[in-house]
């Protein structure tokens, strides 16, 4: 437990009364009303940490509405997902995002020049969900649907500071510490092990222009997929559609708005579904560093003077190794006086393996450079007005096919 402040507000858990908080944001409602956006997959539905988080939301009672981003392969996937939330009490929708009507609404869009069909993924559906839960919401809440230990005080937590009218601020991103407490292991590794000690790194090689890395250094878990804004502040950043989506999104959020606009708050212990390794940059891990990787490197592209190369790659790696190596000597000292299971061996392994990809990703960026970015929705409501709502009714015209096919 500490008091430590960063270049941007930190919200500790000194001592949550949970109560309080809960009556408040149920007052707030009625003048700030909020909206949960949920990406999620199919086969999320068979997997522990789904129901738990219905019965959490169910406890919500502040929130508006709950927005499902799903991706399902078929009608009849469809179908089981809208019958498995019917145990949420909540107003709800579900999003087919790949469905036919979705995309027929998504394909008309190159008839006024903004052309998403060759983008997919979490991304593509948390900008579609976005969309339609800007027409409920003052505040948006988004979080993954696999977090084994999700209850309610993580909603109220992200939305606390942004709905309170003595706060204000636009933008909240949930830190955690990723252990397994019946296990007794430690986890995080994309974070601990190459975002953390490649940012230090980015750090030192680009100096005094690096205010945005600063910045992104500020949040003590970068990686975090759990975060709240204001509607505004949804509707006006890109949102890049790979797994840098975190990354990216931070860069939007500092281009977007002010530092004084923008806290992290501590949602305490956190544990989900593991990824693994995979043995290529096109899965588990090692694609998310990638992904990440290439992101950074636009970001510093974008933002310092600093002329990324391949002798310029080459020195982050070495950087990057040395540094990440150090860490874990630190990782092993907090393992050990806190009774972790630690492996020195499988974490240098881990660096080992994301050196490499470091290298692969900055060689796939300087081959092509231009971003991976979904247009802003206010860029998108400039061309087409009435999107939201036609995504909106996409989405219940599926529901009423599955109600009518019930009938």
């Known amino acids: 437990m500490d008091f430590f402040q960063e270049k941007i507000t930190t919200i500790h858990n000194f001592y949550s009364d949970t109560d309080r908080m809960l009556q408040h944001l149920q007052e707030l409602s009625f003048v700030r009303p909020a909206v949960v956006v949920l990406p999620m997959l199919y086969s999320e539905i068979e997997n522990p940490p789904l129901p738990r988080i219905i019965d959490e939301l169910n406890k919500c009672t502040f929130l508006k509405k709950v927005v499902v981003a799903l991706a399902a392969d078929n009608r009849e996937q469809y179908r089981t997902v809208v019958d498995f939330f019917e145990r949420l009490e909540l107003d709800h929708l579900i999003v087919w995002c790949n469905g036919s009507r979705i995309s027929s609404v998504i394909e008309e869009m190159k008839e006024n020049e903004l052309d998403i069909t060759g983008f997919s993924g979490k991304g593509k559906d948390a900008w579609i969900s976005l969309g339609i839960a800007s027409l409920y919401s003052y505040a948006i ?35 955690y510490a990723r252990i397994n407490l019946e ?50 502040l949804a509707l006006n950043i890109r949102i890049p559609s790979d797994w840098g989506l975190e990354v990216g999104m931070l860069a939007e959020i500092y281009r977007n708005t002010s530092l004084k606009r923008v806290c992290q708050t501590d949602l305490g212990f956190y544990d989900h579904k593991h990824k693994e390794l995979g043995t290529n940059p096109s899965e588990g891990l090692t694609k998310m560093v990638n992904d990440i990787m290439v992101t950074f490197l636009r970001v510093v592209n974008e933002t310092t003077s600093t002329q990324v190369s391949t002798s310029f790659l080459r020195g982050i790696q070495v950087k990057y190794r040395r540094s990440a190596q150090d860490l874990i000597r630190q990782y092993h000292a907090d393992a050990v006086c806190n009774g972790l299971e630690y492996s020195r061996h499988l974490e240098e392994r881990y660096v080992e393996i994301f050196a490499e990809t470091l290298m692969l990703a900055g060689t796939q960026y300087l081959k092509d450079p231009s971003g991976a970015l979904l247009p802003d929705w206010a860029r998108a409501l400039s061309a087409i007005p009435d999107l939201r709502e036609q995504l909106r009714d996409a989405a219940h015209a599926d529901l009423e096919e599955v109600i009518r096919n019930r009938a």
């Open 183 to 232: 296990k007794k292991t430690m986890h995080g590794r994309v974070y601990r092990l190459f975002v953390r000690p490649l940012l230090d790194t980015l750090m030192r090689d680009v100096k005094y222009e690096s205010d945005i890395l600063e910045y992104m250094q500020a949040f003590r878990y970068t990686l975090s997929g759990e975060f709240a804004f204001t509607r505004d």
């Open 141 to 175: 809440v988004l979080h993954d649907a696999d977090i084994i230990n999700y209850n309610k005080e993580f909603v109220a937590k992200l939305l606390y500071p942004i709905v309170h009218p003595q706060l204000n601020f636009y933008f909240n991103k949930g830190y």
